[in-house]
């Protein structure tokens, strides 16, 4: 993380300063703690109890040392209040993706919270009832969720009821190299936005031998988050889950229109040479990403990418702008990926407030800043850009990821009570179609739409 000193309250208003209940206004006080190297001065919540909680996180490498600053700094400022909180890091979502938290919560020794980075699974354990409700909580401890914005309340809200609550969020977006647009004569500064520009574009940025290899593409469409299970089709305007109806839909016009882009990179370009191509290369923290190399000239992916890129590929010019859609696609829009709070139903009601105060706390800008700084997540609400050390320093990327993440349309896409396994069959029939290219996907869509239905 960079090592700073911040001396004033960032962005408090995030969530709590216009909406705290009365009882947290007149006990809210302001402390100047420490947070690794840094100090910071932060919110500190009295709500008359004390005691230690437990804590799952899902964190792990550079992460994980953020998070134990961040912890470290909650205990500093709870301590004269006799209030602490114990962390163990629990990879695989804090327990949710391998069945560890099911069986905790089974057992009777869940944690009293956790932070999980998947919010999809997250969002398929509330829908069990496996989650406590946190409305009466939040209220309690003057925490306002009012502001956030719409499209993560999607994954607040189960049954009208909020489980779960975000961190931060995150803004998907479409990196290109300009130095390969401008060999290939295009023009770096006016980026595609549509389907048929974003295709001519990979196109002519696709190199090909004489034998039929390649060595370099100008975009694989399920390469990094284009290999995600929803977000180029929420983002191409399919809702792969209609809430109002409670019912799947897969084969909806967009979603046709999704998978038949996606077949026909597949059809031109041969997915096994594609295949081959990429099975040599590096992950995105790692320098011999596609991307990263010049072996790929344009990927989908979040605001993180850009740290990889500071840390792994600092002389490599690049760029982004929104995800091209088709016509009917959400222009301009994104799908977030938050990190969730949430606190295992059966938690002792006092230790549930003792771990919404550690929510509370972390939703502050002045905790947050470092994370934003170095990783360009995004708050969630969008007042409390203004705060952000990015804004103010006039950061272009983080502009427009904030004017991505201010459209209405943005959301997190099919989130019910059988998400996890829809996303699985969804990312499973898609590889089929891939390599299958006769296959009709509203076929295939259908089949695998009726089967998640008769789950749901």
């Not at 320093?393 to 009570?417: H, Q």
Request: a negative charge.
């Amino acid at each position: 993380m960079r090592k700073k000193t911040l001396t004033a309250l960032l962005s408090t208003t995030l969530i709590f300063a216009a909406s705290c209940s009365a009882f947290a206004e007149e006990n809210v006080t302001a402390k100047t703690v420490h947070m690794g190297d840094n100090e910071i001065e932060v919110e500190v919540t009295d709500i008359g109890i004390s005691g230690s909680f437990t804590y799952w996180s899902a964190f792990t490498g550079d992460s994980a040392v953020w998070e134990q600053k961040r912890v470290d700094a909650f205990n500093e400022a709870y301590a004269d209040l006799g209030i602490s909180v114990e962390v163990q890091y629990v990879p695989d979502g804090a327990g949710i993706n391998n069945g560890k938290l099911l069986s905790a919560i089974a057992g009777g020794t869940a944690p009293d919270l956790l932070i999980s980075d998947n919010p999809t699974s997250a969002y398929q354990y509330a829908a069990e009832g496996c989650f406590a409700s946190l409305d009466g909580i939040l209220d309690d401890i003057g925490l306002d969720v009012s502001s956030f914005y719409d499209g993560c309340k999607d994954v607040m809200y189960y049954d009208d009821t909020c489980y779960l609550v975000p961190q931060d969020t995150n803004v998907i977006m479409l990196y290109y190299r300009p130095d390969i647009a401008a060999e290939c004569g295009l023009d770096p500064e006016t980026p595609p936005t549509n389907l048929e520009e974003l295709d001519a574009w990979a196109d002519a940025m696709t190199v090909q031998a004489d034998d039929g290899s390649y060595s370099r593409f100008g975009l694989i469409p399920w390469l990094d988050s284009g290999d995600d299970a929803f977000v180029l089709p929420f983002i191409f305007g399919a809702d792969p889950y209609l809430p109002e109806e409670n019912r799947i839909d897969l084969t909806s016009d967009q979603m046709l229109v999704y998978m038949n882009w996606i077949q026909s990179y597949a059809r031109k370009y041969d997915p096994e040479k594609i295949n081959a191509f990429t099975s040599g290369l590096g992950g995105m923290f790692s320098p011999d990403h596609a991307f990263m190399t010049g072996k790929a000239a344009m990927t989908f992916t979040g605001n993180w990418f850009t740290e990889a890129l500071r840390q792994y590929a600092p002389d490599v010019e690049y760029r982004v702008c929104p995800v091209p859609v088709p016509e009917g696609g959400r222009v301009k829009s994104t799908s977030f990926g938050c990190n969730v709070f949430a606190i295992p139903e059966g938690t002792d009601s006092e230790k549930a407030e003792l771990a919404a105060l550690f929510i509370k706390f972390c939703e502050q800008g002045s905790v947050n800043e470092d994370n934003f700084a170095q990783w360009r997540s995004i708050p969630v609400i969008d007042a409390a850009f203004d705060e952000v050390s990015l804004t103010k320093n006039g950061d272009e990327i983080y502009a427009l990821e904030r004017e991505i993440a201010a459209s209405p349309e943005n959301g997190i896409p099919a989130l019910c009570a059988v998400s996890a396994e829809l996303s699985s069959q969804f990312q499973s029939l898609r590889e089929t179609l891939i390599y299958n290219t006769d296959l009709d996907p509203k076929d295939e869509l259908q089949a695998l739409e009726d089967q998640m239905n008769a789950m749901l």
